[in-house]
Nanobody, 130 residues
């Protein structure tokens, strides 16, 4: 049983930083897509950043390029999202997600049901004040 536990959200002022963490358990030795999605009030859930564990290739939404960095710590089975220069429009609930083995993040820019994210964390709220 795959489980994802995400954490690290909080409230900061614009320009500040936060680092989100996601601990994964239950995966066998395989490669798959891991990602951070976010959902703001009244909006669709969207992919923010993703990484393919098999090769380290990454994806970033245009809105966060240059500000957010996704990374993985294989030894700790942990996914991170370093968020810098935060803006009020980054306010949302952030979810860690993972695909089935073999998912290479090729559809990550599509809605989550198309992207093939099979596993989800419970979400961690991020609030950015101006």
């Amino acid at each position: 049983q795959v489980q994802l536990v995400d954490s690290g959200g909080g409230s900061v002022q614009a320009g500040g930083s936060l680092r989100l963490s996601c601990v994964a358990s239950g995966y066998t030795d395989s490669h798959y897509c891991m990602a951070w999605f976010r959902q703001a009030a009244g909006k669709e859930r969207e992919a923010v950043a993703a990484i393919y564990t098999g090769g380290g290739s990454t994806y970033y939404a245009d809105s966060v390029k240059g500000r957010f960095t996704i990374s993985q710590d294989d030894a700790e089975n942990t996914l991170y999202l370093q968020m810098n220069s935060l803006k009020p429009e980054d306010t949302a609930i952030y979810y860690c997600a993972a695909g089935a083995p073999g998912n290479m993040c090729t559809l990550i820019s599509y809605p989550p049901w198309v992207a093939g994210m099979d596993y989800w964390g419970h979400g961690t709220p991020v609030t950015i004040s101006s």
